[in-house]
């Protein structure tokens, strides 16, 4: 890797944003501990926040950038917000694939496909997955009988659980079609409001 991965995730930090206040608004409400993300790339702001992390992601930028373990820890250790030691793991797979990890308190799917539903294996009864829609995956767990839809994280960062009937709903009671998100997922943004 070309630059040292202080500079590298600052820059990469720089175009996706600071998650960080995300990660620790969801890990201070809900007092997580563990956390695995899928699909991280070299996002590790959630270590920033959450002592024992792991990420998975099988390209090439994310494989390479995490044998620098020793320089990542050590980053962290400098940024992190609790007390305790960092513990930072990262598996170079495919997360639809089977993984022998232990459940955590938090899985977070951002922008990396259908996480939710591939990998609730991993996350703990009671456990939080904290989704985006960007590819439909927060809509698939709003309808997963597998999760409760317990709340929101608005634009400040701030969580809201009330008022929840407003999201996910299609104008004038329309279904949502299911079938559609997963074949069409970001490609066609929206395509769950058709059946066609
Ligand atoms: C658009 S990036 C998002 C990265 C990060 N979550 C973020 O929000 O900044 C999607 C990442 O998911 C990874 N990914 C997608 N499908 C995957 C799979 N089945 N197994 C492992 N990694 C996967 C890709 O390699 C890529 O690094």
Redesign the pocket.
């Known amino acids: 890797m070309k630059n040292g991965i202080v500079e590298t995730y600052q820059t ?1 930090a720089s175009k ?1 944003g600071n ?1 960080k206040a995300l990660y620790g608004a969801v890990a201070k409400e809900f007092d997580i501990r563990t956390a695995i ?7 590790i702001a959630p270590s920033m926040v959450i002592p024992k992390v792991t990420y ?4 090439k ?2 494989i390479d950038f995490f044998k620098r373990m020793d320089a990542i820890r050590e980053f962290i250790g400098q940024n992190k917000e609790y007390p305790d030691a960092c513990e930072i793991y990262f598996l170079g ?5 089977p993984l022998e990890i232990e459940e955590s308190d938090l899985l ?6 259908f ?1 939710g539903q ?1 990998a609730k294996k991993l996350l703990k009864v009671g456990g939080i997955l904290l989704s ?1 829609d ?1 590819h439909g995956d927060a809509t698939l767990a709003r309808f997963d009988e597998d999760y409760g839809f317990i709340g929101i994280v608005d634009r400040q960062n701030r969580i809201r659980c009330d008022g929840l009937d407003k999201y996910f709903a299609l104008p004038k009671g329309k279904p949502v079609y299911l079938e559609a998100v997963r074949s069409f997922g970001r490609k066609r943004k929206g395509a769950w409001h058709q059946q066609d």
């Open positions: 990469y996706i998650r993300y899928p699909g991280s790339h070299i996002d998975i992601d099988n390209c930028g994310a797979q495919d997360f639809t694939k977070i799917s951002q922008y990396a496909g996480v591939a985006n960007s």
